[in-house]
């Protein structure tokens, strides 16, 4: 028998500042900082042995200098006489392997349970670094060659977690102090089966709509607490994993794989499951099903995020038939036990964490059924350091409670494995009646020793298990005293900035809806040091403290504000408000801004000069001036500063720092490794965005008043325009490449960057034309799900391999833009309908949107991550483009323009700088002009396809008609 523990998992100490980073130590980490400098530093260990053992302890030390002597004890005796150890120098303190050596320390027979062992410093000036000690029988000798036996103890651990049982417990834990909880529940039940008719089309939508999951909004009820947030994935709706329980009337949480059931038993019958139901209503934070379950039964079950980590169900039974019915509502947690370390089965967005169920039991004093996990650490699960309690509980006392491997069918007595774990309620219900049942299910991640911090924040704070458990039985009570009737309404009146739309395409209206919401779904509360609302780019699919895609915001990700606006421009600032709190002294824009304030990236590397852009266009759909002014004035510092640090030549040219800063992150994307790098080109598509943010500075201070200031900003912009002219463009391939800075050299790959010119208003309209036929060629950019982000042409095109040729939805935004820019109208409306039916058929598929895509097949790439905030935009290409709507800074543009066979479409409560818009757009082959009418007044049309009206024309609430000739000439 052995095993190891780290040296800096203990359950107390006195004497280390904290954790230790030592290159050559078990994780990097050991216990030092410090530790024995003074005669009373001590630390504590607890371990568990199987079985009674006669134990050695094999301790790994680093010791720079100094001899040093402690005493080891073991459940408060001393081992040996003082001191137990007398430990000489190693000659370094753990960056190299051989600084690290081993004592050794018999203990003697132990017997099976846990043990405490004390290590005692006992003189001052007793310095020591303790990477760990294993734990053994007497056949053990410690490794001579630590690093080799590492894989030794990784299958060690396996070994340990495969041999671990569930033992149940009777639990004892005092009754919690408790208020009554709310039971009225007669409004709120009224309120989910009969949608108000101004919100119907919302009750409609998110309810056909195949998004499945379900998590705590930022702005409705308690804020978000980032370090206990758990998202859930509705059982009905998650159809792109293969988990268990699929189809019932549930929920799973993808980093826990715990499901969470409600299962119905008439008198007389079996237990079900899998119930015949209808969804009411699937908002981010609340989802509402009935459930038939016989004849005039019907049980509305509404499953409320209470917090990130507490979910709460009401579960209101209804007795509409004639007689007394008898039944048992059952609240059940389900978890496959792994067979040692966690299952890994929903995509590298995220981390299965939970492992092997440690105990459970009944707690008779709180009326709830409580189990403990093993919490597997590290962004690969790579130790069991954590733990988690789940608990449930009721405002009703259970009739009985259940540990079972099955919970129907034979046989049912066997217990072991425990998968399911139930509380039993027995309901009468009389003719006429209904009643009310609150269940609450309270989810609490600990550790008993101190665990390292993942970016500033603490997801595994340390407690006992005591502690844990009463934490998680006073999580669990909470939500029944809260106002939660009050957060159900406020939840539903979170949606009356939706608009309602419709579109001739069969799941279309729903999708746009999922769209609507992603943004939000993926925010967080104002936490640590950011003071405003910021979002983790795959927050809605679960949160992940790990991977690179929850460090922060990003520019590019920000272009997401172009959907985040149609219902809540507040919320759009917001994001953008991120990257201007933390912009530097000297004006950048730090890559990647998250609730820490502080950078993980390079600190001169920038975030792409798309945020004045974004700022405001977020703008011109709230006509906040608090928000402009702010925004205008951290603008033109960001650009003082690109001026000022990304411009080697003098010559009023932009470069990259470095690949990674150009949004398009591969190394070896042929772009970038034909002048060796993104740092030695001036590049074509930084230099189109920092002339698109020079002509909205332009705007800006126009729209500000400060007129001298656009006029400055305006020559600038022409300048660069003139110099781009001049310098990039290729007459022969007849498109604008970058130039290398030193030799003045081409660079002659076309990517995704040689429509950015358009977007940028840099081409004439020549040029444009010519840069445009590149999209209709097979051989270059027309594939079946355009824009690739590489030429077909290129030797290294794929069309599913990242910036080498995958279909990026966020940069086809920009190539749609330019399109409308140079009056290409049914152009970009056909390359909207393509993106935006792609996005839409993964999504009904499989209920994700993806990162990005094939751009062949127009499946989601391999890879790519779930619910990706960008891929939110088709909402943006359904409005801004099929319907046309861009506000402008004099007034309202409309220009719509409508794939090919779409004859009408609708658009209601689109809501501008609070301004109610309805629209309809349809075409007709009874009219050669287009008619647009304003309130019943005819408005002058604009470019035969739509109008122009200045905001002072548009009331608080407008209906405006366009009828367009089935063609348009100009485009």
């Known amino acids: 028998m052995w095993f190891w523990h780290e040296g800096e998992h203990y359950v107390r100490q006195s004497g280390s500042t904290g954790f230790d980073r030592k290159a050559a130590a078990s994780g990097g980490y050991c216990l030092g900082a410090g530790w024995g400098s003074k005669g009373t530093d001590y630390v504590e260990y607890e371990i568990e042995i199987p079985t009674d053992t006669d134990v050695h302890l094999h301790i790994r030390y680093a010791k720079g200098e ?10 408060g005796k001393l081992v040996g006489r003082s001191p137990t150890l007398t430990l000489s120098p190693t000659g370094g303190w753990g960056d190299r392997p051989e600084d690290w050596k081993f004592a050794s320390v018999h203990v003697g027979v132990l017997r099976g349970g846990k043990h405490v062992v004390r290590i005692q410093s006992k003189q001052s000036g007793n310095r020591l670094n303790i990477d760990g000690f294993f734990v053994a029988d007497p056949d053990f000798e410690p490794p001579e060659d630590f690093d080799a ?23 004892q834990t005092p009754r919690q102090p408790r208020k009554p909880p709310r039971l009225e529940f007669e409004e709120i039940l009224q309120l989910i089966k009969n949608a108000p008719p101004e919100l119907a089309h919302v009750y409609e939508g998110t309810a056909l709509k195949p998004s499945p999951y379900l998590l705590k909004s930022y702005d409705v009820g308690k804020p978000i607490d980032y370090a206990q947030d758990f998202v ?5 709706k998650e159809s792109e994993f293969d988990i268990p329980k699929l189809g019932n009337v549930g929920l799973i949480n993808p980093n826990t794989d715990i499901a969470y059931l409600i299962g ?21 934070d609340l989802y509402a099903e009935e459930i038939r379950v016989a004849e005039g039964l019907t049980a509305t079950v509404i499953f409320i995020p209470y917090d990130g980590a507490t979910l709460m169900t009401a579960v209101i039974v209804e007795n509409e038939s004639g007689d007394t019915r008898y039944l048992n509502v059952y609240q059940i947690t389900f978890k496959e036990p792994p067979e040692d370390r966690p299952v890994q089965r929903y995509g590298r967005s995220v981390t299965v964490s939970t492992g092997k169920m440690r105990w459970t039991g009944y707690n008779n004093n709180n009326d709830a059924l409580v189990a403990c996990y093993d919490e597997w650490v590290g962004p690969n699960a790579e130790r069991p350091l954590g733990k988690l309690i789940a608990v449930m509980t009721s405002t009703e006392k259970p009739s009985g409670h259940l540990f079972r491997n099955e919970l129907t069918g034979a046989p049912i007595a066997r217990m072991h494995p425990i998968r399911y774990e139930a509380l039993k309620y027995r309901v009468t219900i009389r003719s006429g009646e209904k009643k009310l049942l609150l269940f609450s299910l309270a989810l609490c991640r600990y550790s ?51 608009p309602k739309v419709v579109l001739p395409a069969e799941g279309w209206d729903s999708s746009f809806y999922a769209c609507l919401e992603l943004p939000r779904a993926e925010t967080y509360s104002p936490y640590l040091n950011m003071p405003v609302p910021f979002y983790n780019f795959c927050r809605a699919h679960a949160q992940q403290p790990y991977g690179w895609w929850t460090y922060g915001e990003h520019a590019h990700e920000s272009l997401s504000i172009f959907t985040t606006v149609l219902t809540d421009p507040k919320l759009a600032q917001d994001h953008i408000k991120g990257h201007i709190i933390r912009q530097t002294e000297d004006g950048m824009y730090p890559y990647g801004v998250n609730q820490l304030g502080v950078r993980e990236r390079p600190a001169d590397e920038s975030t792409c000069p798309l945020i004045v852009w974004e700022a405001w266009n977020a703008y011109l759909w709230s006509g906040d001036a608090e928000f402009l002014r702010e925004a205008y004035e951290s603008g033109k510092r960001n650009h003082r500063w690109w001026m000022e640090n990304r411009d080697r030549t003098g010559k009023g040219l932009n470069h990259w720092r470095d690949y990674h800063e150009t949004v398009r992150d591969d190394p070896d994307l042929p772009t970038w490794t034909a002048t060796g790098g993104a740092m030695n080109q001036e590049a074509l598509d930084l230099n189109c965005y920092l002339l698109v943010q020079e002509r909205t500075l332009a705007e800006m201070a126009k729209e ?29 391939d007849g498109c604008y490449y970058g130039r290398d800075l030193k030799t003045g050299r081409w660079v002659r790959v076309r990517d995704i960057s040689t ?14 034309e010519s840069i445009i036929r590149y999209l209709d060629d097979p051989n270059e950019f027309k594939t079946a799900f355009p824009v690739p982000t590489l030429s077909v042409s290129d030797p290294t095109f794929g069309p599913d391999k990242h910036w080498h040729g995958g279909n990026w939805v966020e940069m086809t935004w920009l190539v749609i833009q330019g399109l409308r ?28 949107f993806r990162e990005y895509y094939n751009s062949v097949t127009g499946e989601p790439a391999s890879g790519s991550l779930y619910d990706y905030i960008w891929s939110c935009l088709p909402a943006a290409f359904i409005v801004n483009v099929f319907f046309g709507v861009e506000p402008r800074r004099e007034g309202l543009e409309i220009r719509p323009a409508l794939p090919e066979g779409w004859e009408r479409i609708s658009i209601e409560n689109l809501i501008v700088r609070g301004k109610r818009i309805s629209l309809t757009v349809e075409r007709s082959d009874r009219v050669r002009i287009t008619r647009v009418t304003l309130n019943g007044q005819g408005v002058r049309q604009v470019g035969n396809r739509g109008a122009f009206i200045p905001w002072d024309r548009l009331r608080d609430e407008n209906r405006i008609e366009i009828v367009q000739p089935v063609r348009i000439k100009s485009g």
Request: charged share 30%; no cysteine.
């Open 66 to 75: 100094g001899e040093g002597r402690y005493d080891v004890l073991v459940d």
């Open 149 to 171: 036996f590492l894989p030794s103890i990784e299958e060690n651990i396996l070994e340990r977690a495969r041999e671990m049982t569930t033992h149940v417990d009777l639990l």
């Open 232 to 236: 859930w994935h509705l059982l009905k």
């Open 264 to 284: 119905i038993q008439l008198q007389g019958e079996d237990l079900r499951l899998f119930h015949f139901s209808d969804t009411r209503i699937h908002l981010i």
């Open 448 to 498: 008993n020793y101190p665990l390292p911090e993942i970016r500033g924040v603490q997801h595994y704070p340390q407690m006992s298990d005591e502690e844990a458990l009463i934490k998680a039985l006073r999580q669990a009570w909470e939500p029944f005293e809260s106002d939660w009737q009050g957060q159900v309404k406020r939840s539903i009146e979170r949606y009356r900035s939706f």
């Open 704 to 732: 500000l008043g400060l007129e001298d200031e656009a006029k400055e900003f305006e020559e600038m912009a022409g300048r660069r325009a003139s110099l781009m002219n001049e310098l990039m463009w290729h007459e022969e």
């Open 755 to 768: 429509f950015l010119p358009l977007w940028a208003g840099l081409a004439t309209p020549e040029r444009a």
């Open 821 to 848: 820019r140079y009056g290409h109208y049914s152009k970009a409306a056909e390359l909207a309908y393509i993106n935006a039916k792609m996005v839409f058929d993964v999504l009904q598929k499989t209920g994700h």
